[in-house]
Each structure stands twice: as structure tokens, then as C-alpha cells.
């Protein structure tokens, strides 16, 4: 079963801020991929167990970045 969760993220000025973020929160337990398209501002994630959506926009906090879960 694989989850997925997207987010709003602003803030990005270039592709390697997408892959910044996509490093971050790769590390997090119960992530498998994360993509991050500078273009349309938005991370999709994708999960092999459910994460806290709070998690992800802390790892992308820590990324230097904020984001939103896109609705």
C-alpha cells in the first residue's frame, strides 16, 4: 500500500532547492520517494506507512523552506 501526500512549498528559487528538500525529508521513517517540481511548487510523497503531515512540513522547515499540505 503506498500513501501519498502533497504539499504547497514556497520559498524555492532554483531545482536544487527542490533537492534539498526532497534529501530532508527522504531521511524521515515511512517516506520511500519525495519529488519536488520548482515549477508548480508542490512535493508529493510517498509513503509506505502513514507520517504526520506535521513531520514532512517540519523536514522541509529544516530544509529552509515553508510549505502547506496543498488541498
Do not use: K, W
Not at 503506498?2 to 532547492?17: D, P
Not at 520511500?32 to 504526520?52: G, I, K, M, Q, Y
Not at 517540519?58 to 530544509?63: K, L, N, V
Request: aromatic share 2%.
Amino acid at each position: 500500500m503506498t500513501l501519498r501526500l502533497e504539499f504547497a512549498v514556497s520559498g524555492m528559487h532554483c531545482n536544487s532547492c527542490g533537492l534539498l528538500i526532497d534529501d530532508e525529508i527522504e531521511e524521515l521513517a515511512g517516506v520511500t520517494a519525495s519529488t519536488t517540481d520548482l515549477r508548480t511548487e508542490r512535493t508529493v510523497v510517498e509513503l509506505d506507512r502513514p507520517v504526520p503531515a506535521e513531520q514532512i512540513i517540519e523536514a522541509i522547515a529544516t530544509a529552509g523552506y515553508t510549505a502547506t499540505v496543498a488541498g
